[in-house]
């Protein structure tokens, strides 16, 4: 596609459930990023791809979080044991090399009761 | 550790105002500076991205401008209007640690037509 698309764009779960957030990123681009941004706060870095590795994973705020990019290109964020201070939106970006200009997708809104 | 603060937090200005606003950066080894916006509910449009060796980048209405040794950057935007109203994010990538972006919490513009 011509942008960076996120599935779904909203996400509703139990607190204790798992969950999964997927990202795809602009074709052709190899640096994928995570961020999370709660209610009128910036976006926080959570994890950067570089290819199918994670360059930096210095953002996760616990072992709950994993991310994975088996093939370079599609990115899952999952979220283990979900609590309910991991409700926020989660926006993905990609750029062509890192680090250059991030185009971000439209977020997934997680909420957690 | 890179702090990024956006000031003002708010801004309501009347139809065609020209207007700034202002962005800081307390650590000024960084790669590029970007500028977004971000409308209620949805994810971030890149405006603008200034290379840490450029004073400026324009792109039509708007103008931003770079002073990495005082870390500080401004966002101008000539003649408002209605469809201006967002907020407006401002980030910046270090030399180090590749491409990681540190935002700003943002400054929320209204323009009254």
Redesign the interface.
């Known amino acids: 596609g011509a942008g960076v698309s996120q599935t779904p764009s909203n996400k509703v779960t139990e607190k204790g459930k798992y969950v999964e957030l997927r990202c795809d990123p602009i074709s052709g681009h190899t640096a994928l990023y995570w961020y999370r941004q709660s209610l009128g706060q910036g976006p926080e870095f959570l994890i950067y791809f570089q290819g199918t590795g994670a360059a930096d994973d210095s953002g996760l705020p616990n072992d709950r979080f994993f991310a994975v990019r088996p093939e370079g290109s599609v990115s899952t964020l999952k979220i283990q044991r979900t609590e309910r201070g991991d409700s926020a939106m989660y926006l993905c970006a990609s750029s062509l090399l890192g680090p250059q200009e991030q185009f971000f997708g439209p977020g997934t809104r997680l909420t957690v009761l | 550790k890179q702090e ?1 603060t956006q000031i003002p937090a708010a801004l309501s200005v009347p139809e065609g105002e020209n207007l700034v606003l202002n962005c800081s950066f307390t650590d000024s080894a960084i ?2 500076l ?1 500028w ?1 916006r971000q409308d209620p ?6 405006l603008l ?1 200034i290379q840490s060796s450029q004073r400026e980048q324009t792109s039509g209405r708007l103008n931003a401008s770079l002073d990495k040794s005082s870390g500080r950057s401004t966002l101008y935007i000539a003649a408002s209007q209605p469809g201006d109203s967002a907020t407006y ?1 401002c ?1 910046v ?1 270090p030399v180090t ?10 400054t929320q513009l209204t323009v009254n037509p």
């Open positions: 990024v790669y590029n970007q977004f509910g949805k994810g971030l449009t890149s991205l994010l980030a990538s640690s590749g491409s990681r972006l540190t935002f700003g919490e943002g």
